[in-house]
């Protein structure tokens, strides 16, 4: 690869229908894109693989101009360009089919597709040649849709079709699609990949960008790996496997050094029974889910976000309704029929750090000792006068920020002002401060320091040693791998396998997140 | 009965001439709503239209620049709206509320300096405003029984404003509907960042739906001052524009339906002074109060989901951050 | 260029909102001198109007008394990011409470329980003609923007029906009711200080005023002291946090404008009981809608609402003087101060964020070069 770069700066660039170099991007203080090079040769499929949060839709934002680069060079047939909105993106024949789509449910397939290149002023005047269009394109690629049909009355695959014959009526060659699978049915994923394949051999270039194994080895030439905001590495599809992708995009960073003693279960304080719920588009997100946790012990659960995760611990909290089967927390069974609120959980001793911090967490415009009490302003945390105690309140934020070493020292910042650290240190004092029974604990060092993630990781242990408890969900697998007693695997809402700890190595819970089961024992 | 069948005729027109600045303003506010702008600035825009319109009139005699200046003036309180919720992506509640004290003050403000008549305008003489026009054929059609009467009545007669706003209903569902302006607006007011993703600008789109709700509200002022009434009075809006924005909400932001809205809102007000006092078989006196409170009512019934499911535009309200 | 630092937290409490009431002025300035008045003239009589002459303190804290009750109004659906527009109509019903509790109470119970059971029944008949409103928008999803507003026009028509109906003085022509019983008013402040042997010069000025003293800090114990308060400040922030903490927040919503109304509710003491002891046509006179001002300016915080109010109240009744003093601009200037203030404080409350940010960045570096 570095060779073929030498050759590009050398002159030869227009071996490469779209190159890019040296592309940075931040957001505020957080660096979404470092450096970027990327290469894509025309008339192939090249992959773009990572985990969340590694900066794939950033980067793809640019490409298609609803972001500009900080700084970088793009080149696009060898050609120097700036591409400044998803005007100019589509001018040099760049489509992209969003992970969201971009169409409008109220409208028809039709105007869903002229939309932005109409053919004149007057609708009349571009309607004839864009279902003549349309249907042409459907026929050639077997992908057809009625184009006078509501877009609200099609399913996501068909939704899919309109944004990609959208995006191959206004003339692209290069296709970004981002994501596309996520939503899709596993038919309807193997029908997407049959036209991808009709594309490539009508010689569109098609970027696809997925956190999917499984989808890369199956449709692309090339792969382009990205972690933590930078390119990891280029590789030939057909000379890797799907081990050395995993390693590549999950990374081997240092293992941070958490001890951890010899687990101790005791008895049994979650069982989960067939639990199952679905979306609000009615798929079915969490699928026949049966486990236990015992108390003073940690149940890792390891899957690629999306995978039914963020719905298991929303229901385990009581902030959404199981849809079938139930689960008994501390011998209090919870069916569908059962009235859940957070309220509940948390006075049945049950905590809960969520995956999103700023989402859930906190109120991010409220001070540091406000979010303190964020759930528990009803109990005796925020004083036992009939009004809130501010200074008894303030003195319980001093104290847990003195015990969790929360910096700065000052109750009455906003929370906004915190690091990502800090903040998540003040989400984790609070959960804890209970000495909760049972914690679920979704993504507990995203956004967070080193010197945060092995405090808050030991904090987690010494509380498994006090006889707690704790599902800890998080996408990061040292982090399972460094604090899971037993490990879970979550495939499409369903568990693929669960696995002792110490059993468990990064390559392997990687097959086991694609969906392929590894037997108990290596 | 041919008593009561020239009642309701008069109703009728009546109707007509109350519904007419309902409509200008409803498709005002289809306009901006529709691409994604909440316009409670409706009233603020009318009432400013009206007063320039007046003023201009009786300073120049002409009632055609009365109403070029009133076009004028609303558009420029839509510019205001659009520079505070588009560009400056402020509230566009408060925005409008302010906009509507804005125009509440100024029209008696600058009335004032300019006549010295404790905010009104002078009675504009009848060429200087738009006057009822005598439509083809009348004499002729008079001779015909019942469609003789109805079209002396109801169809012609009325001022040029009126047949403008009739003819402004089936543009505005043209142009939303049929033109490539009218496909790219409803689609801002629904998911504008498809509309970007589209290689559209939102800001510009916005504000030309902002420009264009200011072209109807201006020419529904002018109505007010210098074709139904013959000068300014003080909050000679009255409330009109917010029984317009009910009318937008009634007609499911769309412009036949809210016309029909703003025809049946005007029928009520048509009939509500000739029902005061009378007798009604069965249910006695209606109190006049209950006909004017009707269209608010009606309107938050459908709203909360008690008849019919309102579809407000997806994205109305939200300022567009990328 | 850099990420833009926030702005200090003083330049965002005090500096930038007196920077945008400037702008404010500013422009009405501009009206005044274009229709050929000296504004600065216009400026020194609104405020002799509003302070200097005699009673014309008792009159700037007449007005002052209703912003308090609607800009609370407006405050406290804000801190649940609810849009209360409905402050004129709750206002206006409120009256009907009064009406209620006189005739129900007057005739048996001596005047201090008359007048408390009065101020409670308006609260409790504003806090109704909210509830609809909160219960429509926490339940069925209609906004609460363009329901209260259509609340204040059927307010407006329930109240025309009432006073011309059956709530008319007999023997009377004009729309009003009867004068409520002397045991339901509240003492004007001449009579209050007269008890104390103070002289006061005569206006409308009266005990309600203390109610809004009162109701000033029942809001601040409310919102910042109150587990009901750090609710509504939660669902108002995040709902999606609230939600996780275990808030029910359509309660929330639907508890929030019942309060709100109830303070509107509350404006139609200081008119029925204080001033008029009737209830009367439009007595409410845009005083709920000024209270979205209020609330703007004061940045939904009593002490900022207080001054917000006293400001507003000394335009009322300085604008007043206007009339007197000058051919060419009337009170009618007030409505024109007050959908500036709300252009400026509220839609466009940032517009001077980016560069009152620079400026102060450029300043404090300054500043640390220096030492």
């Not at chain 2, 404003?161 to 939303?176: D, N």
């Not at chain 2, 009520?268 to 006909?291: F, H, K, N, W, Y």
Request: net charge neutral.
């Amino acid at each position: 690869m570095s060779k073929m770069t030498q050759e590009t700066s050398g002159g030869n660039a227009a071996c490469y229908i779209l190159e890019l170099q040296k592309v940075c991007k931040s957001f505020g203080l957080v660096q979404a894109n470092k450096n970027i090079d990327l290469q894509i040769q025309p008339g192939t499929i090249h992959g773009i693989i990572g985990e969340n949060g590694a900066g794939k839709s950033t980067l793809m934002n640019i490409l298609y101009g609803l972001h500009r680069a900080d700084s970088g060079r793009m080149f696009i047939d060898g050609a120097p360009t700036r591409i400044k909105s998803s005007a100019d993106a589509l001018l040099l024949g760049i489509g992209m089919v969003h992970q969201h789509f971009m169409l409008i449910p109220r409208f028809t397939v039709l105007e869903n597709v002229m939309l932005g290149s109409e053919g004149g002023a007057l609708l009349k005047l571009g309607r004839a040649a864009t279902i003549a269009k349309l249907k042409e394109l459907g026929q050639t690629f077997d992908m057809e849709v009625d184009p006078d049909l509501l877009v609200s009355d099609l399913n996501v695959g068909m939704r899919q079709r309109v944004e990609i014959l959208k995006a191959l009526k206004g003339g692209a060659k290069i296709l970004i699609l981002d994501e596309p699978t996520g939503v899709l049915t596993p038919q309807e994923a193997t029908q997407l990949f049959d036209i991808l394949n009709k594309l490539r051999a009508k010689g569109v270039t098609i970027l696809l960008i997925t956190h999917k194994l499984a989808e890369i080895m199956a449709i692309t030439d090339n792969v382009s790996i990205m972690r933590g905001g930078e390119m990891v590495g280029h590789r030939k599809t057909s000379e890797t496997n799907p081990q050395e992708l995993a390693e590549l995009m999950v990374g081997r960073k240092v293992l941070l050094n958490v001890e951890k003693p010899e687990a101790k279960p005791m008895d049994v304080a979650l069982t989960v029974n067939n639990l199952g719920c679905f979306s609000s588009r009615g798929h079915k997100i969490l699928d026949n889910l049966s486990f236990e946790v015992r108390a003073g012990e940690i149940l890792g659960i390891a899957g690629v976000s999306g995978n039914g995760q963020t719905p298991l611990m929303e229901i385990l909290s009581g902030m959404r309704k199981p849809d079938e089967g139930s689960f008994e927390i501390l011998g209090k069974k919870i069916t569908p029929e059962n009235e859940v609120t957070p309220n509940i959980m948390r006075e049945n001793f049950i905590g809960h750090i969520p995956e999103d911090r700023h989402k859930h967490g906190l109120i991010l415009s409220f001070e540091a000792y406000e979010n303190m009490v964020l759930g528990f302003h009803n109990s005796n945390l925020t004083g036992t006068k009939k009004t809130l105690d501010r200074n008894y309140m303030l003195e319980h934020c001093n104290a847990r920020m003195e015990e969790y070493d929360i910096r700065p020292r000052n109750s009455k910042l906003l929370a906004s002002s915190f690091s990502g650290g800090n903040q998540q240190k003040i989400v984790v004092a609070r959960e804890l401060y209970k000495n909760p029974k049972l914690l679920i604990v979704g993504e507990p060092t995203r956004g967070v320091d080193v010197g945060a993630i092995e405090f808050i990781h030991k904090q987690l242990i010494a509380l498994r040693d006090r006889g707690c408890a704790i599902i800890l969900v998080s996408v990061e697998l040292d982090e399972i791998m460094g604090l899971s007693d037993r490990i879970l695997v979550m495939n499409k809402g369903q568990e693929v396998e669960t696995i002792p700890g110490e059993d468990a190595n990064a390559q392997k819970l990687g097959l086991m997140m694609a969906g392929i089961s590894q037997g108990a024992k290596n | 009965m041919i008593e009561f069948f020239f009642q309701f005729l008069w109703a009728l027109d009546a109707t007509l001439r109350v519904a007419t600045p309902l409509m200008l303003c409803a498709m005002a506010g289809i306009f901006s709503e529709r691409s994604g702008i909440v316009d409670i600035s409706l009233e603020g825009k009318l009432l400013s239209g009206a007063f320039v319109a007046a003023t201009i009139a009786s300073l120049t005699g002409s009632a055609w620049l009365g109403l070029g200046g009133a076009i004028c003036a609303s558009v420029l309180m839509s510019l205001l709206h659009g520079f505070a919720c588009i560009t400056h992506k402020g509230d566009q509640v408060v925005s409008g509320v302010a906009i509507n004290f804005l125009a509440s003050g100024l029209t008696v403000i600058l009335g004032i300096a300019i006549f010295k008549r404790g905010g009104q305008t002078p009675t504009l003489s009848s060429d200087e405003r738009f006057r009822p026009i005598e439509l083809w054929f009348v004499d002729i059609l008079d001779n015909i029984p019942i469609l003789g009467s109805v079209y002396r009545e109801l169809i012609s007669g009325h001022s040029l404003l009126v047949y403008v706003a009739l003819i402004c209903v089936p543009v505005a569902s043209f142009i939303l509907y049929r033109t490539r302006f009218g496909l790219r607006l409803r689609a801002v007011g629904e998911s504008p960042i498809a509309v970007d993703s589209a290689g559209v600008s939102v800001t510009w789109l916005r504000y030309r739906a902002l420009i264009v709700g200011g072209v109807f509200c201006g020419i529904a002022g002018a109505y007010l001052s210098i074709s139904h009434g013959a000068n300014f009075v003080r909050e000679m809006s009255a409330g009109k524009g917010y029984i317009a924005l009910a009318a937008v909400i009634f007609g499911n932001w769309r412009p036949i339906r809210a016309f029909w809205a703003c025809l049946m809102f005007g029928f009520l007000d048509a009939i509500t002074s000739r029902l005061q006092g009378v007798d009604l078989p069965i249910i006695g006196e209606i109190p006049s109060q209950l006909m004017v409170a009707l269209p608010y009512i009606m309107t938050i019934l459908l709203l909360s989901g008690f008849i019919g499911r309102p579809s407000p535009p997806s994205a109305i309200g939200l300022p567009y951050r990328k | 260029m850099s990420v833009r630092k926030p702005l200090p937290r003083w330049a965002d409490l005090i500096l930038l909102p007196f920077i945008n009431l400037c702008a404010a002025f500013f422009v009405c300035g501009i009206v005044v001198w274009i229709i050929g008045e000296n504004p600065w003239n216009a400026l020194i009589v609104m405020i002799k109007g509003a302070f200097i002459y005699p009673g014309s303190l008792g009159y700037t804290l007449y007005y002052t008394t209703n912003f308090i009750f609607t800009g609370l109004a407006v405050a406290t659906a804000f801190h649940a990011n609810l849009f209360n527009i409905g402050g004129e109509g709750q206002a206006y019903v409120g009256s009907l409470g009064i009406l209620l509790a006189t005739a129900l109470f007057a005739p048996y119970l001596p005047g201090i329980f008359v007048i408390l059971l009065c101020i409670v029944c308006s609260a409790l008949m504003g806090a109704a003609w909210a509830l609809i409103p909160g219960y429509l928008q926490a339940k069925r999803g209609s906004h609460v923007v363009i329901t209260t507003i259509m609340f204040n026009f059927l307010a407006s028509a329930l109240m025309v029906w009432l006073l011309a109906g059956p709530l008319i003085q007999i023997g009377q022509q004009s729309p009003q009711s009867d004068l409520i019983p002397k045991n339901a008013h509240l003492p004007s402040a001449e009579t209050f200080f007269g008890w104390f042997g103070i002289d006061v010069a005569s206006s409308p000025l009266n005990l309600s005023f203390l109610v809004a003293l009162i109701a000033l800090f029942v809001f601040w114990v409310l919102i910042w002291k109150t587990r009901l308060g750090y609710e509504i400040r939660a669902v108002g922030k995040n709902q999606d946090a609230a939600n996780y903490a275990g808030i029910n927040v359509s309660r929330t919503i639907i508890i929030t404008m019942t309060i709100s109304g109830a303070f509107a509710g509350l404006l139609a003491i200081n008119e029925v009981m204080g001033v008029q002891h009737r209830a009367i046509l439009n007595f409410t006179a845009g005083y709920g809608f000024t209270g979205i001002a209020v609330a703007l300016m004061g940045r939904n915080h009593p002490i900022g609402i207080f001054f917000a109010s006293l400001l507003f109240g000394a335009l009322f009744q300085g604008g007043a003087e206007l009339d007197f003093e000058f051919k060419s601009i009337t009170r009618d200037m007030v409505l024109l101060i007050q959908g500036m203030i709300i252009l400026f404080s509220g839609a466009l409350a940032y517009m001077f964020n980016p560069a009152l940010s620079r400026i102060l960045t450029r300043v404090l570096k300054g500043g640390e070069h220096d030492d």
